[in-house]
């Protein structure tokens, strides 16, 4: 049963640390998407990668947030520094895409982030 | 007004009962539709794509009416494992319209 797989499930940092989440995307699956979840905003899109390329980070704050794709096996999201309205949970979704530009995506469980 | 447009509910229902959400879209030009469902604390998960033709999986009946600009997601015989939050997804075009989320149903069914 294929899965995507987030590091850390949890973590609680002080506000100005660094944070990196990583995402194992289900193998085959060619585009990764980066979400933010709050109970405030809902779910949103922050970044997104296809053949480990970026195709749009406009969701993201550029001057703390960065995503990358190292690998086809990983993806990464940084938060440096950090702060307290970045607590948050943080999911990774990989998929494939559909017709019509349309993805089917498959989420991870999350990583669970508070700074204090 | 959003671009995707959910009632937040909850709707409680009893066991066995039917329930119907919809969820309104703004881009007419939107192709895909989807329902995702999201269990408290857990992440969503794909429940069904909507397709101009409707859908229909199990107890689960997905539609599309595009000319009123909206999907809807049935479920009959309400079971207490549907409650959950659905969630619907719309490509709403490019970059990250392409995955609009709307935010959320809260269906609770009750014994």
């Known amino acids: 049963d294929a899965r995507v797989t987030q590091t850390p499930r949890h973590k609680v940092t002080e506000m100005g640390q660094e944070v990196t989440m990583r995402c194992q995307p289900i193998?085959?699956?060619?585009?990764v998407f980066w979400y933010r979840q709050t109970m405030m905003q809902g779910l949103e899109l922050l970044a997104y990668?296809?053949?480990?390329?970026?195709?749009?980070d406009s969701g993201m704050p550029k001057d703390r947030f960065s995503a990358e794709m190292p690998d086809a096996t990983l993806a990464t999201l940084k938060i440096q520094p950090s702060e307290p309205r970045d607590s948050a949970v943080y999911f990774c979704a990989s998929g494939l895409v559909l017709g019509q530009g349309s993805y089917e995506q498959y989420f991870g469980p999350g990583t669970r982030l508070t700074v204090t | 007004r959003k671009e995707v447009e959910q009632d937040p509910g909850p709707f409680n229902v009893p066991e066995g009962a039917t329930v119907a959400f919809n969820c309104t879209y703004s881009n007419s030009a939107s192709q895909s539709f989807f329902w995702y469902r999201q269990d408290c604390r857990k992440e969503p998960k794909l429940l069904m794509s909507?397709?101009?033709s409707g859908n229909e999986d199990g107890r689960f009946t997905a539609q599309l009416n595009r000319a009123s600009q909206y999907i809807s997601l049935l479920i009959r015989d309400s079971k207490l494992s549907d409650s959950a939050t659905y969630l619907c997804v719309v490509n709403m075009g490019t970059g990250r319209r392409a995955l609009t989320f709307g935010s959320g149903t809260r269906l609770q069914v009750q014994p």
């Open positions: 193998l085959g699956h060619n585009t």
């Open positions: 909507v397709y101009s």
């Open positions: 990668f296809r053949n480990r390329a970026p195709l749009d």
